[in-house]
């Protein structure tokens, strides 16, 4: 139940995106907005997880930490995940390290916006690691676009409207390639959507490894 309302809640943001890409002014906005979307969405008695002795924990969390180092020299934290109820400590982490640092996860989302198809790539390749344990990993690119030249833009957050539909795909072809290979090496499933605004010709992409589904936008 849990991680269909989480796939469904992710969904929604990126059609509400397509609609109104400026209802977040950054990354972090979008990682904010889709905190409350989901808390909002679980079931009463879904949305906390209790610890022995500790009283209850919520399940979403942002900047959890990462079970190991997943090849980097220290371990990051997800942007969004949604903690395993009951709760459950990680196989792969470190069991020195305290309870509330290694608890396992359900669901995680990495998010970008107008990021670069190497942080994305590297993305695919952290999420689809052998010592990640969680049912849904996704990758969710969201693309905002305004004005040919710099003077013209929205905002300078913005990329180039006269370019951004040809970047977008360029970098669905990338993340293709990377969802191919993160299989072969890995053996785990990410499944990333790119999501292009109105402006542009709204169009949301769901990308699994060896498919690519065109969204409803809503």
């Known amino acids: 139940m ?9 969904i ?3 059609q509400d995106h397509v609609k109104h890409p400026y209802a977040q002014y950054t ?4 990682h904010a907005y889709f905190i409350a979307r989901l808390y ?8 906390y997880l209790t610890l022995p002795g500790q009283g209850r924990v919520c399940r979403v969390q942002k ?5 190991k180092h997943l090849d980097k ?5 997800w942007d969004v995940c949604l903690l395993r109820s ?3 400590p990680s196989a792969t982490a470190d069991v020195q390290r305290p309870l509330f640092d290694r608890l396992d996860t359900e669901a995680i989302v990495e998010f970008g916006l107008n990021a670069s198809h190497e942080h994305l790539v590297e993305d695919v390749r952290r999420l689809a690691h052998k010592d990640v344990r969680s049912d849904l990993r996704f990758i969710a690119h969201l693309m905002r676009a305004s004005g040919p030249r710099a003077a013209d833009r929205l905002s300078l957050r913005d990329c180039s409207v006269s370019d951004s539909r040809s970047k977008a795909f360029r970098m669905r072809d990338r993340i293709l390639v990377a969802l191919d290979a993160s299989t072969e090496t890995e053996g785990a499933a990410v499944t990333v959507f790119l999501c292009i605004p109105e402006r542009n010709g709204a169009e949301i992409w769901k990308l699994t490894p060896g498919n ?3 969204l409803p936008l809503g």
């Open 63 to 67: 900047e959890y930490p990462t079970p």
């Open 40 to 47: 909002n969405a679980l079931p009463l008695n879904e949305r």
């Open 12 to 14: 929604a943001l990126l």
């Open 212 to 214: 690519e589904e065109r």
């Open 27 to 30: 990354e972090h906005g979008v």
């Open 86 to 88: 009951p709760y459950q």
């Open 73 to 77: 020299s220290r371990r990051q934290g």
């Open 2 to 10: 849990s991680t269909h309302v989480f796939e469904k809640e992710l």
